[in-house]
């Protein structure tokens, strides 16, 4: 491999690897904020124990996320000078401001306020306590939200013009300058999808955790029996502390997904507009045509690492589908990825220079077989959580004293083994994004398509051996936290909560002093 693959490997691996914690972050500082106020509102003591006993269990995991999230998230923004330094130096003018907000405004919100929280309890008025993690739910939405404007930039540039003494992108106040950056019409449909994307990555580890807690609990009284002191603290912990949790993540993540539904369409039908080879290659769509089906199955044509469409066969087609995707209309024509090979080379040229100075021939395509396959995964592995969701309400039915709790392992190991799916689903999602967009970094837009750059264009002018040794050592490192993380989170989920009891004849709660451990 030479240095741009070796770069392209080092920041996929470790975006990907930063993106473990992200969503979880997002999404889970929203839902511990949402358990905290209905922990503050309660008047019924026993939910008000058991909302306050939730919000600590799942408030001490994203205390750890965070804290790895920060660590991997600094690298980031090292490697576009490390690797990257000639994307770095094109776009440096227009990251300059949404990187400076997120870091000035939304990170140093989340930071001061996650440390108010985590240090406030007993100490801060229970209200304005309770305003801190709201600030923190705020502060990773926003972040979210400049990062997403940052990336929609390198989608679908607005707001700059280049320049050509320098030939880099400069903000124009004429094309709108920053304000148009951050209104970016692909960043204001890509923020919800992602922001729901990690409510649902935080509902099904909410959902996961709580079931195998609940599971756990209902077993252990069973098997002490329900007329025992024991039992029936076992009982209560089943029924009043994890079952509410496992059916308030069913809730997020249905919310979830109605809200990426939407939003996948309306960003299929954008990027149909702005990136039509990125919607074809999702298709293996190889030549244009009308009342697209959209393909479940395609076997045959490039192998892991072409471009080529030759010899693709559709075994499985839902008919009209992806005209309807595109367009909403099931009789739409759609350009096929050669047909948009061959456009893009009559409008930019067959060849490009790199940073070498050579010309260098371009194909268009990017590489269909990750394109096809990272869309289905993003949708298959996000649809795996709606089967734990529907498990879940069933298996949680009823109400009030006829709450019903479950001992069943299957479902038990049902929901442990799906909390990773929506990580992945997340993943994949980002693959298809930055992939289907190859071979620009900046992706020309076409209404204007001056500001564009290419990927080879971009890479920093390093020997391959240095690339390699830091992408070796970045990923030895990287698995290191990620066993260190892995156990953390493991020993704090696998935990649980100290079980509250309540006299049988007064029914009175004697609750155990709650505390973090640090």
Not at 142 to 167: C, D, R
Request: overall charge negative.
């Amino acid at each position: 491999m030479d240095a741009l693959d070796l770069a392209r490997w080092q920041f996929g691996i470790t975006t990907v690897y930063h993106f473990i914690f992200v969503p979880l972050t997002i999404g889970l500082s929203l839902l511990v904020a949402v358990m905290n106020t209905r922990a503050v509102f309660a008047k019924d003591p026993v939910r008000k124990d058991a909302w306050t006993r939730m919000t600590k269990f799942f408030g001490s995991m994203l205390i750890v996320n965070f804290g790895i999230g920060i660590a991997t998230g600094i690298v980031q923004e090292f490697q576009f000078g490390m690797n990257w330094s000639e994307y770095a130096r094109f776009v440096g003018d227009v990251f300059g401001a949404p990187l400076a907000l997120e870091g000035l405004a939304a990170f140093f919100l989340e930071s001061v306020f996650l440390g108010l929280w985590i240090f406030g309890w007993g100490k801060l008025p229970e209200k304005i306590h309770l305003l801190t993690i709201w600030a923190v739910a705020l502060g990773t939405t926003l972040s979210a939200y400049f990062i997403i404007a940052a990336n929609s930039f390198m989608q679908h540039p607005v707001g700059a013009t280049l320049n050509p003494e320098t030939g880099r992108a400069e903000l124009d106040p004429s094309q709108g300058s920053i304000l148009a950056v951050l209104s970016n019409v692909t960043a204001l449909a890509a923020f919800p999808h992602v922001v729901s994307g990690a409510w649902l990555v935080a509902g099904a580890f909410l959902t996961g955790v709580a079931s195998w807690h609940m599971v756990r609990h209902h077993n252990r009284a069973r098997a002490l029996g329900l007329e025992t002191a024991e039992g029936q603290e076992h009982h209560l912990a089943a029924r009043d502390l994890f079952r509410p949790t496992v059916r308030f993540g069913v809730i997020a993540m249905c919310i979830s997904a109605v809200v990426l539904v939407v939003s996948g369409d309306a960003q299929a039908k954008l990027m149909f507009e702005q990136q039509p080879m990125k919607m074809a290659s999702a298709e293996a769509h190889c030549d244009t045509s009308t009342d697209v089906p959209f393909s479940i199955l395609t076997v045959g044509g490039p192998d892991a690492f072409s471009t080529d469409c030759s010899g693709v066969t559709h075994l499985i087609e839902v008919p009209y589908v992806t005209s309807i995707l595109a367009t909403n209309d099931p009789h739409a024509e759609l350009q096929g990825v050669d047909d948009l090979n061959a456009q893009y080379k009559e409008q930019f040229g067959e060849t490009a220079t790199d940073i070498h100075g050579n010309e260098v021939a371009v194909d268009y395509r990017p590489n269909l077989f990750v394109t096809y396959w990272s869309f289905r995964l993003m949708m298959g592995l996000a649809a795996f959580s709606g089967v734990l969701a529907l498990w879940a309400l069933w298996a949680t039915r009823g109400r009030g004293e006829n709450a019903r709790t479950t001992g069943s392992r299957l479902f038990q190991w049902f929901a442990v083994l799906a909390i990773p799916m929506p990580f992945l689903a997340n993943a994949a999602g980002w693959v298809f994004t930055e992939i289907g967009r190859q071979p620009w970094v900046v992706h020309p837009n076409p209404l204007d398509p001056t500001v564009r750059l290419m990927t080879m264009q971009g890479v920093s002018n390093h020997p391959g051996w240095m690339v390699l040794t830091s992408l070796v050592a970045f990923t030895l490192v990287y698995g290191v936290l990620a066993v260190l993380w892995f156990q953390m989170m493991r020993k704090a989920a696998l935990k649980g909560v100290p079980l509250a009891q309540r006299d049988p004849e007064t029914d009175e709660l004697d609750t155990p002093t709650l505390s973090f451990d640090y």
